[in-house]
């Protein structure tokens, strides 16, 4: 079967799939892996190049790393380092011992066992963090908890591999050399990942100078890819260079651009890598020790999440967080493939333990879904909702409750208030050159364009509460007043229009408070006119409010017209003679007082 048609399979089964499993409440990771099974070369055997498809699909797993990566400043790691290396090293060694000594009591060899217990006590990064992103607890205490965990597995993978040699009892290999050579290769790793940083970020600033939009799309991928290989190059994962990558842009203005353009390829490949694992299930050998099968995949949900459960209520102190930090990072995980892999290489695992083991991971990866959906019905329905919350109890570093969407003359004076005022907010500017000037004085803007969706999502505006437009381009206003009307309802948008023209568009958008950006300064120069002649300060005010009154009444009279130019032109003719007449009566009514306070 052709590649394309293998592709169209896949794409029907994940249509099919993902959604009937979200309507049910399980998930889409669930509904990937179930589809991979169906078509897998164990099920229907429609698609046949499992890896193949796991080497594309790993990809989305780099994605979503480096999109993590934007999200963790090198400052905000460090304040991880609890969780990185107290959590992580605990729950690794703990985990580790339990299932090795399980192994072991089940008549392995105690090097075997122990090779069992290190592999099994990896957990799966992807599959933990694609469902925290889709319950929004990334950020919540057992979010951050498992992430740090999950990051330390990732670094811990490095040292296991170094030191397999000695659980395989492979003689051949020196593994003091490697040990000494895998930290060697942590360090270099870090200095080539810092030096590209300044190598690539005028690359972006050229690049976002330039049109059409795609360049800047081919600049992203190659910041991703060409990362995660240069780490890969020293024997580190794909995964752990993309996370680096992100990490050293996460305090560029490029980085809300950057999510934007990758996020919709990480989406596409997660599901992707998702159906892979669902494919290399080996259904046979479930069927045939279905027992056995069932007993190790519970026995490894369980003991990892008791020991996670017991670590999270020491670290974390209460059982409403140490509970989903239990049920998230339960499943085995990806590296478990590689560690098992090359055991089975290397002589130290047979092929039947490897195929069994393999099946088990695998479907530990189902169970995730399956016990955070059974811990929504049981756990959190019954627990009750606080008495009051606060509307403003998010961190300003990381959701902002104000947008402004275009950093020019008017973006940077509501922007420098706001800062003044200590009140967070996301600025947006596609014009890299003034984003560069500005930056020069202390602002901190991010590239962009704010009519795109992704990149709207990615400046969390899902999070804020007033979306301020002043893009002084019309076209490129009303596209982004649209899009944030049909996306993000709950926003309430402050626009700026050049023109009535532009003001009568951004109203029939539903926008509601539109300020025309000369309109009040040139009520200003107005009153110092009016002053200059010699009319009073209080007349000269009276005058300015009636005329702003009737001028913002003929633009709501006149909007139903906006079209029609001659209608337009007779309303204002007519708005001016009943000006005329207005400041006429305001003139005689002063007159009749003034004749009136007479002696």
Not at 151 to 171: E, H, K, S, W, Y
Not at 291 to 319: M, S
Not at 372 to 380: D, G, Q, T
């Amino acid at each position: 079967m052709s590649s394309i048609n293998q592709a169209i399979i896949l794409l029907t089964a994940t249509l099919i799939a993902v959604p009937l499993f979200a309507r049910l409440g399980l998930g889409a990771v669930l509904g990937s892996l179930c589809a991979g099974m169906v078509v897998g070369p164990y099920g229907l055997d429609l698609v046949g190049e499992v890896d193949a498809v796991l080497e594309l699909g790993e990809w989305g797993v780099v994605f979503l790393m480096f999109i993590i990566g934007l999200e963790l400043q090198p400052a905000r790691l460090w304040g991880m380092r609890r969780q990185v290396f107290g959590l992580g090293g605990a729950q690794v060694g703990l985990t580790t011992l339990a299932l090795a000594t399980a192994g072991w009591a089940l008549g392995l060899p105690p090097p075997q066992a122990l090779l069992v217990g290190v592999g099994l006590s990896l957990s799966s990064t992807a599959f933990a963090l694609q469902l925290l992103g889709e319950r929004n607890e990334l950020t919540a205490p057992h979010g951050r908890a498992a992430f740090g965990i999950l990051l330390f597995q990732d670094l811990a993978v490095i040292l296991l591999l170094a030191v397999l040699p000695l659980l395989t009892g492979d003689r051949h290999l020196n593994a003091d050399k490697s040990i000494v050579l895998a930290a060697l290769k942590v360090v270099g790793v870090l200095g080539a990942a810092i030096s590209t940083k300044w190598l690539l970020r005028p690359l972006l600033r050229v690049v976002a100078a330039q049109q059409p939009h795609t360049l800047f799309t081919a600049a992203s991928l190659l910041v991703v890819i060409g990362t995660a290989q240069m780490v890969q190059a020293v024997g580190l994962s794909l995964a752990l260079g993309a996370f680096l990558a992100g990490m050293l842009f996460a305090d560029s203005e490029y980085r809300h651009a950057l999510e934007a353009d990758i996020d919709p390829f990480k989406g596409l490949l997660l599901a992707l890598f998702f159906m892979a694992v669902g494919m290399s299930v080996n259904l046979q050998q479930v069927v045939a020790k279905p027992g056995l099968t069932c007993a190790i995949v519970v026995g490894i949900v369980a003991i990892k999440g008791l020991v996670l459960y017991l670590v999270g209520r020491v670290a974390l102190g209460e059982r409403k967080a140490a509970l989903p930090l239990a049920l998230c990072i339960s499943q085995g995980g990806e590296f478990a493939f590689v560690i098992f892999g090359q055991a089975m290489g290397q002589g130290a695992m047979s092929g039947p333990l490897h195929e069994l083991l393999i099946a088990a991971v695998t479907l530990t990866m189902a169970t995730t879904p399956l016990l955070f959906a059974a811990y929504e019905r049981l756990v959190v329905k019954n627990q009750k909702a606080p008495k009051s919350a606060r509307a403003f109890d998010v961190s300003p570093s990381e959701d902002a409750p104000v947008i402004i969407a275009g950093f020019g003359r008017m973006g940077q004076i509501v922007g420098r208030i706001l800062r003044g005022m200590q009140i967070p907010f996301t600025a947006l500017d596609n014009n890299a050159d003034r984003i560069n000037f500005i930056t020069r004085f202390g602002a901190k803007v991010f590239y962009g364009d704010a009519s795109r969706v992704e990149l709207l999502r990615a400046a969390r505006a899902d999070k804020a509460q007033i979306f301020v437009l002043t893009i002084s381009d019309v076209a490129l206003s009303l596209r982004c007043a649209q899009a944030v009307k049909a996306h993000f309802p709950h926003l309430r948008i402050v626009a700026r229009a050049r023109d009535r023209k532009h003001a009568y568009a951004l109203k029939e958008l539903g926008v509601e408070r539109v300020i025309r950006e000369t309109f009040f300064s040139s009520l200003e120069v107005t009153a110092v006119v009016l002053d200059g002649v010699g009319l009073p300060f209080t007349e000269s005010q009276a005058a300015i409010a009636r005329f702003t009154d009737h001028d913002e009444a003929l633009m709501t009279s006149s909007q139903q017209f906006s079209n029609d130019e001659q209608a337009l032109i007779s309303m204002a003719n007519a708005a001016n003679q009943e000006l005329e007449l207005l400041f006429e009566q305001d003139v005689r009514k002063r007159t009749d007082k003034g004749r009136d306070t007479i002696p």
